[in-house]
């Protein structure tokens, strides 16, 4: 009886402990839905994406790859503190990131960081499981290869159509004018507009008319604005100012 009673203490007390790992195991477990909307609600999405890089680094694979889960958490919640301490981890991502400083998050509990943790690594296997369910030879998305060259010299030669455009109906305009003084008698029939007929262009005059022209003005305003804003964007794009 006394062994019986020793195997059943003993039994016990393995159910006892073995509740208590199960228990802590469910109490610290990882939940990717809180973790979804912690993300969410602290505008993690603004300098990540799962599995592109952005301002910093693609978080699906960079958390995959990173056994220490408890320096994630660290880093997470206060990744300055980790870089004053000069963690080599740390320090190899704030050098590789050009020293960009991530913003602290020591309002996120240890449970919050691991939950937000499994929401990541959750969405990083659908990004897999994706890839390898597409068929043999599929191309994928699409990669963003920025601004097409073809639309930048496309508002170019707008720009220039219209500018032509506007120097004909300007000849047209002028021709029509002698057409209606000659009619009207104030310019002889065989007048001939040729250069030794012509009076001399006051071209100071011209341009004051010119800049006094709302529609001119403005078409060369607007002509401005898109060349100088093509050219910008396209200089931005080229310095990946997309990418942070």
Same mark, same amino acid.
């Given at each position: ?140 998305? =699409? ?8 639309? $930048? %010299? ?5 720009? *220039? !159509?219209? @500018? ?42 011209? =341009? ?8 001119? $003005? %403005? ?5 401005? *604005? !898109?060349? @100088? ?16």
């Amino acid at each position: 009886m006394r062994n019986v009673s020793l195997i059943l203490k003993q039994i016990t007390r393995l159910l006892f402990i073995a509740s208590f790992v199960v228990l802590s195991n469910v109490a610290y477990a990882q939940d990717p839905a809180k973790g979804e909307a912690l993300y969410k609600s602290n505008n993690c999405g603004s300098c990540h994406k799962i599995d592109v890089r952005m301002t910093g680094p693609a978080l699906g694979p960079t958390i995959a790859s990173e056994p220490d889960e408890a320096y994630l958490v660290k880093w997470i919640q206060n990744n300055q503190a980790l870089i004053a301490a000069k963690n080599p981890k740390a320090l190899t991502i704030y050098n590789q990131f050009n020293q960009s400083q991530m913003s602290v998050f020591t309002n996120l509990s240890d449970q919050d960081v691991k939950d937000i943790l499994g929401y990541v690594k959750a969405e990083w296997k659908k990004v897999e499981d994706a890839k390898k369910a597409a068929p043999a030879g599929a191309t994928g998305a =699409v990669a963003d290869s920025g601004p097409s060259s073809t639309m $930048v %010299f496309g508002l170019i030669g707008v720009i *220039v !159509i219209a @500018f032509l455009i506007i120097l004909v109906l300007n000849r047209v305009i002028g021709t029509l004018e002698r057409l209606l003084l000659q009619k009207q008698g104030l310019l002889p029939e065989d007048f001939e507009d040729d250069e030794t007929s012509k009076p001399k262009i006051d071209r100071l005059a011209t =341009v004051r008319i010119l800049a006094k022209n709302k529609k001119f $003005v %403005f078409f060369v305003v607007l002509c401005s *604005v !898109i060349g @100088f804003g093509s050219w910008t964007w396209v200089t931005l794009w080229n310095t990946n100012v997309h990418q942070g």
